[in-house]
């Protein structure tokens, strides 16, 4: 079973940064994509960034593009999920999923596994 749990959420002010976490455990982590979505009160969950099992590949939404970096280490079993800038509307609930194949995608039902979620929220 894969279990995948997400960590660094918190409180912060707008223009600070955060670095959200994401363990893997369960199967072989390294060839597989990855992703981070977010939900916000009151709205679907959203595409946030994604990466390829190698790290080669990434996207992002274009709301955090140029703020936010997606990163993996393979040997840590770990993604992460770099956050710059941050601005009241990222405030939200993140998710950390996988998929079950190498090539990243951006919609959510590409991803077989999900995390339980970190809350981040920034104050203006």
């Known amino acids: 079973q894969v279990q995948l749990v997400e960590s660094g959420g918190g409180l912060v002010q707008a223009g600070d940064s955060l670095r959200l976490s994401c363990a893997a455990s369960?199967?072989?982590?390294?060839?597989?994509?990855m992703g981070w979505f977010r939900q916000a009160p009151g709205k679907e969950r959203e595409f946030v960034a994604g990466?390829?099992?190698?790290?080669?590949?990434?996207y992002y939404a274009d709301s955090v593009k140029g703020r936010f970096t997606i990163s993996r280490d393979n040997a840590k079993n770990t993604v992460y999920l770099q956050m710059n800038s941050l601005k009241p509307e990222d405030t939200a609930v993140y998710y950390c999923?996988?998929?079950?194949?190498?090539?990243?995608?951006?919609?959510?039902?590409?991803?077989?596994?999900w995390g339980q979620g970190t809350q981040v929220t920034v104050s203006s």
């Open positions: 999923a996988s998929r079950s194949v190498a090539r990243v995608v951006i919609w959510s039902s590409g991803y077989d596994y």
């Open positions: 369960g199967r072989t982590f390294s060839g597989y994509a």
């Open positions: 990466i390829s099992w190698s790290g080669g590949t990434t």
